[in-house]
């Protein structure tokens, strides 16, 4: 059931966009979001395809990934289409079906909105499918570094993040484990009438609990131990590298945007 | 010869306001020197696990001293004391904290804030003393326990420690994991003259050692070489351990009036005396 | 009841581009009543073949027999909850499932899952703590309370309240110390003689198979390798070097002391009794023979 679930989706791979340095590629597709909003003609849409396909191809990720990435949001993104189709009446009628009329700008909307999505979606799963969850929480660490002189426990959360990304793999392994110990006891969580399937929760959720709390205990034992004692005074062993490639991104982004504000109405 | 570490009575109880129970540690006095073996067996709630607490300054005994280097262990000497010890817990994947191989290595490093370039070479360097310099980008789950053991000493080692303790660091594995850490650690011995604290039930391991301290309802109940120690044979069965194979078998020769020498604590004595009683005519 | 594999093949992840088999065309039997073992290093596919024998996995190749019940690969398979209920599975470290309040709740709760009242239950529970060599006043006490020796052996409980018909064992005894490893198999062979309850023991431990196996089948890679009794295993130390096993250790000493007395015992021994036993004999016949 949960076997060999590959978390956050990372697909290693060696393309222009896997050695990226995540502060780049956060900065990137951060940026990319806000200026998703700039387009507002058929140029300026055809300007996000053609970029996002360019990031696509530089990322050398199988389509597979990525329209397994889309599939949560379809529904979302065919419910908008059809939204716009619907219910937006200016500009010619296009065609007619019984009551509904299908207007000119409608299509238009539905057709922008959904590209809209589509790069949105696609964009953040290239970062996600490029880069470890280690390696964003390192670039969202040193971004976030300067915020420490606002008292933000910067240091601490991104320790958090690091050590709760290591246990997911362990966790789900165990969650496996407890499950099938707890079915192989005649506990059935997928089938039976709701009450009876809630209960069926505790007997899993307990033993995670309890022993979740032993891996704490144990765990902040052993970093003390090791001479844990805050982040003053601590060295980083994982340190980022900012290469040409990583110019080369920002001056991409530089790019996109010039053209878009250039080309929009 | 430099004594590493030392117990000068020392006890400890965990309900100090119940005087009336029995403490967890009483009245302990033993040393270690540079380059010794130590191991420290005894069933559960023999005072072992209390007595690792101790050393490693997570507790502090209510009397005696505990002294690392000669140097009494306190509060302010603490963090100080730490970065001379280097620690393996029983649990492989609850003392891992790196996302890989390599992170969980510089850990200790990066909270002694030793700079960046000496970092690599003692995460390298200590990563090959163990073999697993093959490993350096491998994440906790895709490793066997006796490997993240093995990458625990190594993340250990990097902190040049003067003391290895290993606290039932072999109880949760299987025998391949049991044998690659316990290979590892006497190749390091041999290596660098490595001093090691072993916490365990394990016969074999103990073997290994060069004295033993046997626990028993927190008192010493005994201190020797492991000959000594296990000639107290049937005692030690009494206390939950196991006696080595070639004594065990020594024991069921001598029931079935097979004629021997003596008690063996190794196969190979063993088969020599089968030879020399019966064979040697 | 019997519990047969035939040609099964296990993938996880089938049909995505992560698919990864962990079993080759396995085929193993246990017969009714029978003492198995089956032997491998991790990665061996034991415990993929173990999850099978109470329709935990589903085979992606092959056919699965337990008892009258079949499943078989593609084809759906319903109401496997009773199939749970005839054959236990008391996981590695099974002290990791108890949940319950108490100790008396936990153990209920296997076989009220399975329809079994409340009285039954709970006097199965009595009956049980006993077995496990635990005091009944443990019934009482919360699971958390006890120490880890404790809670595996009520998870044992926990499983054998079930009253299954076949008891599977992954590394019953990992963790524990060696009196706590002696006094576990001893009950679990107690069990299977006095009960009849089939037993299948999933080990790295030759030595543990030797000593209670009627048959052992050792698995290598994914694929079942060698199939037999254990004198006839243990007769081929060549074939088991090549799976990186090795004999038990008593049969590894039975060879030194053969090599030392020029003469080969009249049977391998399985345990240590037995070559003490073996040994006086064949030095009795030698010195009476001097």
Known sequence: MMEKMIFGRFIPGNSFVHLLD??????????????????NNIFTYALLLAFTLLVILMSRIRLYFLINGLKPVIILLVFTFLIHILFTREGDVLFELGFFKVYEEGLRQGVFISIRFLVLVFMTSILTLTTSPISITDGIEVLLNPLKKLKLPVHELALMMSIALRFIPTLMDETDKIMKAQMARGSDLSAGPIKERVKAVVPLLVPLFVSAFKRAEDLAT????????????????????WDWRDTVCMAILAVMTVLLVFYRN | MTEILSF???????????????????????????????????????????????????????????????????????????????????????????????????????????????MVERVHTSLAQVKMDKFLNHEPHHLSGGQKQRVAIAGALAMRPKLLILDEATSMLDPQGRDEVLKTVRALREEIGLTVLSITHDVE??????????MNDGKKYAEGTPSEIFALGDKLVEFGLELPFAMRMTKLFQEKGVRLAGQHMTEQELVNDLWTSNFNK | MDIKLQQVSYAYSMGTPFEKYALYDVDVTIPHGTYQAIIGHTGS???????????????????????????????????????????????QFPEHQLFEETVLKDIMFGPMNFGVSQQEAEARARELIKLVGLPEDTLNKSPFDLSG????????????????????????????????QKEIMDMFYALHKERGLTTILVTHSMEDAARYADNIAIMHEGRSVL?????????????????????????????????????SLPKICLTE??????????????????
Do not use: C
Request: avoid cysteine; aromatic fraction near 8%.
């Open chain 3, 149 to 180: 020796g404790q809670m595996r052996r009520v998870a044992i409980a926990g499983v054998l309240a079930m009253d299954p018909e076949v008891i599977v064992l992954d590394e019953p005894t990992a963790g524990l110390d060696p009196r706590g």
């Open chain 1, 22 to 39: 995540p502060r780049s590629k956060l900065v990137f597709v951060f940026a990319f979001i806000l200026v998703v909003f700039l387009a």
């Open chain 2, 205 to 214: 391991e103990a073997l290994y050692a060069d004295r033993v301290l046997f």
């Open chain 1, 222 to 241: 052993a970093m003390e131990v090791r001479g844990y004692r805050g982040g003053e005074g601590r060295t980083r062993y994982r340190q980022l590298k």
């Open chain 3, 227 to 263: 199939n037999g009794a254990p004198r006839e295993i243990f007769s081929d130390a060549e074939t088991l070097e090549k799976y990186r096993l090795e004999l038990p250790h008593i049969v590894r000493f039975q060879r030194k002391i053969e090599k030392l007395m020029n003469q």
């Open chain 3, 45 to 91: 596919g034991k415990s993929t073949i173990l999850q099978h024998f109470n329709g935990l996995l589903k085979p992606s190749k092959g056919q699965v027999h337990i008892g009258d019940r079949v499943i078989v690969a593609g084809k759906k398979a319903k109401e496997l909850k009773p199939i749970r209920q005839k054959v236990g599975i008391v996981f």
């Open chain 2, 8 to 118: 000068n009575n020392v006890s400890f109880s965990y309900t100090p306001d119940q005087p009336e129970l029995r403490k967890a540690v009483q009245n302990v006095s033993f040393s270690i020197n540079e380059g010794e073996w130590i191991a420290i067996v005894g069933h559960n709630g023999s005072g072992k696990s209390t007595m690792v607490k101790l050393v490693s300054g997570l507790l502090f005994p209510q009397e005696g001293e505990v002294r690392v280097m000669r140097n009494v262990l306190t509060e302010e000497n603490l963090w100080e004391t730490r970065s001379n010890i280097g620690m393996v817990f029983q649990n492989p994947d609850n003392q891992f904290v790196g996302a890989t191989v390599q992170d969980d290595v510089a850990f200790a490093l990066e909270n002694s804030g030793v700079p960046y370039k000496e």
């Open chain 3, 273 to 290: 009794e037995e070559l003490a036993a073996e040994v006086a004999l064949a030095l009795g016949e030698g010195r009476d023979a001097k």
